[in-house]
């Protein structure tokens, strides 16, 4: 979603409000399938450990490292982002591009001893970033 908050043009009897100038977006909500290895839930987690450092400044600098090495980013804590909807032939139809995205909340894993090896483990992660663009495609 997107948000704009209103102006208060201060008047005598109340405040008068007017188009606001600054575009707030909701958080980019994602849920993903984990993985054998946790590679997807584990590359989220180190990201929120390696910006905010809750251990050691140790963290930042390894996420420097990898994020150079994975995708050869100047600014290691921010990353662009596509996510494509797809036609019923699997095409691209769709596609959005969020700019300086960040991770800002990761679910933990839920493990079930119940679930039979057919149950798909999920969990969900939210991004705030800095604008997007959506693109149509043909």
């Known amino acids: 979603g997107i948000t704009v908050d ?31 290895q946790l590679l997807s839930w584990l590359s989220v987690r180190n990201w929120l450990n390696g910006i905010a450092f809750p251990e050691s400044f140790e ?17 290691p804590q921010y990353s662009d982002a596509s996510v494509s909807i797809m036609s019923n032939k699997n095409n691209p139809i769709i596609t959005f591009k969020f700019t300086d995205v960040f ?24 991004f705030q970033f800095t604008s997007y663009d959506v693109k149509r495609i043909g």
Do not use: C, W
């Open 59 to 75: 963290q930042y600098k390894n996420l420097s490292m990898q994020a150079r090495i994975q995708m050869g980013a100047a600014q």
């Open 6 to 36: 209103p102006a208060l043009l201060p008047t005598m009897f109340r405040n008068a409000p007017r188009a606001g100038n600054k575009i707030m977006y909701d958080p980019l909500v994602a849920e993903f399938i984990i993985d054998e």
């Open 103 to 126: 991770p800002i909340s990761l679910t933990g894993i839920k493990l079930n001893v119940k679930d039979s090896a057919l149950n798909v483990i999920t969990a969900t992660a939210e």
